[in-house]
């Protein structure tokens, strides 16, 4: 109030100012001429003190008018009764101009408080809008609401299981009583929504299409219309962005939960695939075995105790498959890296597959000039047992596999070369992954998603192209090491 009084008489002492300065004049002035000089107070009022300030201005203004400058000066007598028209004149017209500058300054303050309310609405609405987890949003929405409305506090509140719960704040916190009196069973009054009042907390609800979504509690808001326009705005901006984001946690979970499923009902599908052939030769072999009526020559039981040994093979290679598809997937994979003779790991790797193999001729071109090379030299055998028993799975009745190895500058890249059918160029990228259905009629197993997982996790590279003999070539690469390789 004593300020609003103040700039009411900044207007009234510059004209008393300007009055004073023009009396030593006044003998060459004409009777207009203090009229027009103290248009000038009034203006200075208007903008200083508002419409107020312009009316104290024009009524300052004309005292000092007819004070000093209306014979008979320094009395407030008017002598001459046409001296009584430049009076009038002075006061209509500064009237006047208080009326317009007045307009013209409420105008000037509504623009400007518009345009501070768009730039704060902008600045809170950008900071809602960015993509994020609900956490970052919800400190980004008390930080900006505590920066932008200058308050002591924010809280922003969520509803769980047993109730409201504080999720986020910025500045004074609230305290316990704080808390207690947002509850219905206080009995304590609280301002709801943003209205002005005399409440030491004000609260938002934050409420969007699907409903209440939380609520914003907040200390010391000034209580202007104008913040609580803007502030009413952002939350309900705020109370979309937190849906959004809400429905978008919500679908990833049910993306991720139909992703799963369709790993659980590719990996079913995989490993009955893989299985049944194992598993039906194993039945048979035993059955016939067990029969006591079927009369085998000692040739045919070796052959079928063989064939159970092979089907084991092959079915201890499966579960072990699956098991380091499970540390790869875990993430507890550890390579091992040593410095490892080629020869020795391909000749491990056969030597396991012997009896799946069967009569199936392997040629090896391995030049003995040949470095070491930097591999963990289990993982590295596995590749190679699974890349020949793909082979093994594809080459035509009769064929060789052909298993090769050159040097290209600081690698040694190796191949596993077939004469089957080959892999069509649409499928050289996904042959590599895990429970893939092909649309030439095919699944891809586990055994080539192993030996992906093993080379990424070497940091190699691996691919499948067309042999020049007909048939598929799986390249890979493997690192050389500068030291000796150990002797096992």
């Not at 430049?86 to 317009?100: K, N």
């Not at 938002?204 to 939380?214: D, E, N, Q, R």
């Not at 369709?262 to 299985?275: E, F, I, N, P, Y």
Request: aromatic share 4%.
């Amino acid at each position: 109030m004593t300020v609003r009084v103040l700039r009411s008489c900044v207007g009234a002492a510059t004209a008393v100012a300007l009055g004073a300065a023009m009396v030593p004049l006044r003998a060459h002035l004409s009777i207009a001429t203090p009229g027009l000089v103290l248009v000038v107070p009034v203006v200075v009022g208007v903008i200083v003190g508002g419409y107020a300030g312009g009316i104290t201005s024009v009524l300052a203004g004309f005292l000092v008018f007819d004070f000093a400058y209306i014979p008979p000066y320094n009395t407030l007598t008017v002598g001459a009764g046409q001296n009584w028209v430049p009076l009038g004149v002075y006061v209509v017209v500064m009237l006047l101009v208080a009326q317009v500058g007045a307009h013209l300054s409420a105008a000037r303050t509504s623009s400007q408080r518009r345009e501070n309310e768009a730039r704060r609405l902008f600045t809170l609405s950008e900071l809602i809008v960015e993509n994020g987890s609900v956490e970052e949003l919800l400190e980004t929405v008390v930080r900006a609401i505590s920066t932008v409305f200058e308050v002591e506090g924010v809280a922003l509140l969520l509803p769980g299981a047993d109730g409201l719960r504080v999720v986020a704040t910025s500045g004074a916190l609230l305290t316990n009583d704080d808390l207690r009196s947002l509850g219905p069973a206080s009995g304590l009054p609280v301002a709801v929504g943003a209205g002005p009042g005399e409440a030491r907390l004000r609260i938002l609800v934050l409420s969007a299409a699907t409903g209440p979504v939380g609520m914003l509690v907040l200390k010391g808001l000034s209580g202007l219309e104008a913040d609580d326009d803007v502030l009413r705005t952002f939350a309900n901006h705020a109370a979309l962005a937190l849906e959004r984001v809400q429905l978008r946690t919500k679908a990833m979970r049910s993306e991720l939960l139909e992703e799963v499923e369709k790993v659980r009902r590719d990996l079913v599908g995989a490993v009955s695939h893989d299985l049944r052939t194992p598993l039906a030769t194993m039945k048979v072999a035993s059955s016939t075995l067990l029969d006591p009526s079927s009369r085998l020559s000692d040739s045919e039981t070796r052959e079928l105790y063989s064939l159970l040994d092979i089907q084991t093979d092959r079915l201890t290679r499966l579960v072990t498959s699956l098991l380091d598809m499970n540390r790869y997937d875990s993430g507890v994979l550890r390579v091992e890296r040593h410095a490892s003779v080629l020869l020795d790991l391909v000749g491990n790797a056969l030597v396991g597959l012997r009896p799946a193999l069967g009569e199936r001729e392997v040629t090896l071109d391995l030049p003995a000039s040949l470095p070491p090379v930097d591999v963990d030299p289990i993982l590295m055998e596995q590749v190679l047992a699974n890349l020949i028993d793909n082979a093994d799975r594809h080459a035509p009745e009769g064929e060789a596999i052909e298993v090769g190895a050159k040097l290209v500058d600081d690698h040694v890249v190796l191949s596993v070369t077939d004469r089957g059918k080959g892999v069509p160029a649409a499928e050289r990228e996904t042959v590599f992954q895990s429970f893939v259905q092909f649309d030439t009629g095919g699944r891809a197993g586990l055994g080539l998603a192993i030996v992906k997982a093993f080379v990424d996790a070497h940091n190699e590279r691996i691919w499948v192209e067309d042999a020049p003999t007909g048939g598929a070539r799986f390249a890979l690469t493997m690192a050389i090491s500068r030291q000796a390789p150990v002797k096992s």
